[in-house]
């Protein structure tokens, strides 16, 4: 009987990215969750400086924000099985 299953290619040919031999062309999610949590972390560090207006303020509060949901929604996603 014929199955429905798709088989999913994951590996990376060699010959294609010679780099992929050292592990160089996988995606570590673990690493950019990191990443956007730090980022968010900074940009809201970031609040506090020598600046007298507060447009600035609301510039980092706002891309801290999107970082941040870009993070979740992407961690969220992997969890869930909709991103691989």
């Known amino acids: 009987m014929v199955s429905t299953e798709v088989e999913r290619y994951t590996d990376v040919d060699t ?15 673990r690493t950019w969750h990191g990443v956007g949590i ?14 007298v207006g507060h447009v600035e303020d609301y510039v980092l509060i706002v891309f801290a924000v999107l970082v941040f949901a870009a993070t979740v929604r992407d961690w969220w996603g ?3 099985g909709w991103i691989r």
């Open 15 to 29: 010959g294609d990215v010679p780099s992929a031999a050292w592990g160089w062309s996988k995606v570590n999610p």
């Open 38 to 51: 730090f980022v968010t972390l900074f940009l809201l560090a970031m609040l506090r400086g020598n600046h």
């Open 78 to 80: 992997r969890r869930r």
